[in-house]
Structures are given as C-alpha cells and as structure tokens.
C-alpha cells in the first residue's frame, strides 16, 4: 500500500541554523500539507501546497519558512533560522484530487532546536 | 478562530466494552470530518471519515454525525488494550472557503482499555 515517507526521522539543530525537511508524498497524489504536532499539543496546520505554489498558510508559517517542491516527488519544509520553538514533530500529508479528501499521513520528523 | 474540541480524557473501559468518543466543531460550514488514532511518537492513522448526517460504520468502529448539533462521535464496540491511543477528531474546512483542504484537529481524546 502506497504510503508517505518523510526524512530524516529524527533531527537536531543548534539555534540559528536552517533545516530541510523531506517528504515524498503517494505518488498519484496532488495536494500537500505540512502539520506540526508540539510536544503534548494538538496537531497543527502550517501549509498546503498545489499546482506549485501555496494554497494557505497559518499565522505560525511565518516568512522563516519555506516549501518547495523541487522534482516530481518530493515535497520539502525549510526552516531558515530555527528558534527553540520550532521543537516539534512535523508531519507531512497527502490527497488525490476530486471527492476523496482523506489526507494521508507520513510518520513525521522529530525536530529538536537546542 | 474555527475550533474543534475534545474531552481530552484519559478513557479508561475494560476490554469488550464500547467506548464512546465525542467531538464538536465550531465552524457551521465544514463539510466533512475525520476521526485519526495516534500512538504515542507516532502520526496520525486515519481511522474513518463521515460527510453526511447519521451514521457510518466500519468494522468496530462508528463514526455518528450531526451537522445541526455541530457533533460528531465515534463508537468503539468491543474495545481491545491495543485500541490504547489518542483519538483526533479533524474537521475540514467549507468546500469553496479559504479554509477547504486544511484539517483542523482537536486536542485528542487518550483511550485505555484495560484487560
């Protein structure tokens, strides 16, 4: 069964510095989120994406964040400047188009900000 | 704001018996609403989705929706310890609004089942 993958599983990062995250959605499928989940909290929409460019953001996708969708499968979060903060587990998802809008989960980065 | 709240619980059943999961959504126009099991340090996995008033069954499991109540529920019957998680209740946004597609989750019910 197609799922979606996300690297790394886990990463570290000093404060200040900018990370990648990586996610390759199912491949029949056309629209692109990126949730965060910190510690203890609720699950959190940052962005979704379609057709190559941003859909809507929330008020925590802020101008240190990025997405991009660089090839034909992978769907990328950038992070420029991290801050404490941004600790979180970030989960990307993915939807086919039309009626079905069951959004599909990978199983996350743990992101740690020191 | 559109909000989503849950009983956060904890849920504690013993084995076999039905646990009842309960949801409600503020905002009037969404459309269509997920009901996801998370495992501790895990994603959410989706368990059923509902569009229409009523209900929905899958196996154990039954998703109840009420648009004029702004409710949904979901049914466990015959719970097992390894249905153990936090339910998330997520709402999508009106078709057509600025907020269709973006899931709106809330805080998360934790379900034990004990033996």
């Known amino acids: 069964e197609p799922e979606v993958t996300q690297t790394p599983s886990h990463q570290v990062t000093q404060m200040g510095q900018e990370v990648i995250l990586r996610c390759v959605p199912i491949s029949n499928h056309l629209y692109f989120y990126w949730y965060r989940q910190i510690l203890g909290q609720k699950v959190e929409f940052l962005v979704s994406f379609y057709n190559n460019e941003i859909s809507e953001k929330s008020e925590i996708f802020d101008d240190q964040f990025s997405v991009e969708r660089p090839d034909g499968s992978n769907f990328t979060l950038k992070i420029r400047s991290t801050k404490l903060e941004d600790s979180a587990m970030y989960f990307c998802?993915?939807?086919?188009?039309?009626?079905?809008?069951?959004?599909?989960f990978g199983p996350g980065t743990r992101l740690l900000v020191l | 704001q559109k909000e989503v709240e849950q009983n956060s619980g904890p849920l504690s059943v013993p084995e076999g018996a039905i646990a009842s999961l309960n949801c409600t959504y503020s905002d009037r126009g969404s459309q269509s609403f997920f009901w996801y099991r998370q495992y501790s340090g895990k994603s959410p996995e989706l368990i059923m989705f509902?569009?229409?008033?009523g209900d929905k069954e899958d196996g154990r499991f039954t998703a109840q929706l009420n648009k004029a109540s702004q409710y949904v529920s979901l049914l466990i019957r015959d719970s097992q310890p390894s249905d153990s998680a936090t339910y998330l209740c997520?709402?999508?946004?009106?078709?057509?609004?600025?907020?269709?597609?973006?899931?709106?989750f809330g805080q998360g019910t934790i379900l034990t089942v004990h033996p």
């Open positions: 998802a993915s939807r086919t188009s039309g009626g079905a809008e069951t959004q599909y």
């Open positions: 997520a709402v999508n946004g009106a078709a057509g609004g600025t907020s269709y597609g973006k899931l709106t």
């Open positions: 509902i569009y229409s008033n």
